[in-house]
């Protein structure tokens, strides 16, 4: 193994010689650079394909695209690449978040949480907690993400920073504010009221506001909770004139029902493995022959509850003291001083009953399935809210390279962006991630990031060169 690839580096032409540096969580403060052409060389590449890995491969950027991906002994690296040798490690696409929260951080409850911001700085503490949190996907190898309902300001205004390179972050694209429809305490609720949600009257006002929305420059609608299939059906008319793709947050069967049929784009929490008990034959099937993707969420509640039960300690994890800074991380850990007496944490009795069953309906219908988490709600870390998932739905049955492809390609395609983003090959952006171990044999691996590259830049680990990330490669909604 090793000689195979040592003939590949010996092969190179006198290149600049770079160390792999591998940081502890938390020890690089990440600064991006832009090398002209970075190679990474020797480790075993995941291409975000449901196909057996290519071992000793190497993988060449220029700028921030891949130019060239394969074994180590067919690629021919550029003689002024900045090579990375990642030997012994596992190369994959950057993971992608299809529901996230960049306004929460795992706060055990809203109705203290976001009193808690406007108490401490307001605004100035919202976009502090937005930017801590998609840092935190970064360093976690969440190149991108998916946010699902935040105030719209807020919302656009860390996107673009990230995207100008002036915030450290994941890719993020957002939804800005929800489409809900609730009446009684749920319609002025600290959920409703802090996650900046739209409280609609009507399906006439439901189209309204994705033409706002749309006018404002989101990336997708949020469909939350209340709807009617009148609703859900207005609110896609509009959005899909607008190109803009819907996603739907429904539990009950009859939800499901009414987004599926008027057309929603991709399906979130659906059921979130035992929420709602499991769904009926035909609804699944339905899904199945519709093509329609879902994100079934489901660690976030039952499975995060039975591990904190198991090991506490987590709650403690100094790298989220690290990432939050001292007062986000006081606040963070006296809310969750009795985590279990949460009201976040209510059905889980039922859910433990049904959520195995959740999500092995889905993983054993052939549904198309992405991956996403629901990442910052209460002890939903974003540092490692998605090897969570994805480990989730590894031990309920699916492959792990199934998995890492729901989380890498797939993903990319239900979020539209599959020409650009979730698999390692010639043409697509430079999201690129290195992992300590073989994530084929223990899916946790993924929880060992030890480089990040975005869009060409390296973020963490690799060579420490300071330069402001370039902008995003990927094309604004319209
Ligand atoms: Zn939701
Ligand atoms: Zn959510």
Known sequence: ???????????????????????????????????????????????????????????????????????????????????????????????????????????????????????????????????????????????????????????????????????????????????????????????QVGFGGFNIASSAEAAQKVEELAAAGVDHIKAHSGLTLEDYKAIVDAAHRHRLRVYAHVYAETDVRHALEAGVDVLQHVGSAGTAPPYSKELITDIVNAGRPVVVTAAHRAWVYQDTAEFPERLQDPDLKRAFGPDIYAEVQDSLKNWWTLGYFQRTDREMLYRERGVRQFIESGAVMGMGTDSGTPMNFHSEALWREIKVHVDMGMTPTRAIAAATRVNAQIIGKGRELGSIEPGKLADIIVVNGNPLFDITALSHVEMVVKDGAVYKGGPPVDAKPRSSGIAPPR
Not at 50 to 59: D, F, G, L, Q
């Open 1 to 191: 193994m090793r000689l195979i690839c040592n003939r590949a580096l010996a092969a190179l032409p006198a290149v600049m010689a770079v160390t792999f540096i591998v940081a502890g969580p938390g020890a690089l403060t990440p600064r991006a650079q832009t090398p002209k052409r970075l190679a990474l060389v020797g480790g075993m590449l995941l291409t975000g394909y449901e196909v057996p890995p290519i071992h000793h491969a190497a993988v060449v950027i220029e700028g921030n695209k891949i130019v060239a991906a394969g074994p180590a002994s067919e690629i021919k690296i550029p003689a002024d690449a900045t090579v990375v040798d990642t030997s012994g490690r596992a190369m994959l696409p950057g993971l992608i978040e299809t529901h996230g929260h960049l306004i929460v951080l795992g706060h055990g409850a809203y109705e203290t949480w976001f009193p808690w911001i406007t108490a401490h700085g307001g605004d100035a503490m919202l976009t502090r907690v937005m930017e801590i949190s998609a840092r935190q996907l970064l360093m976690a190898g969440v190149t991108t993400t998916i946010d699902l309902g935040a105030p719209l300001k807020p919302s656009l205004s860390i996107r673009d920073r990230i995207n100008k390179g002036d915030v450290v972050g994941t890719r993020a694209l957002v939804s800005g504010p929800w489409i809900a429809r609730l009446s009684g305490p749920g319609a002025g609720g600290a959920m």
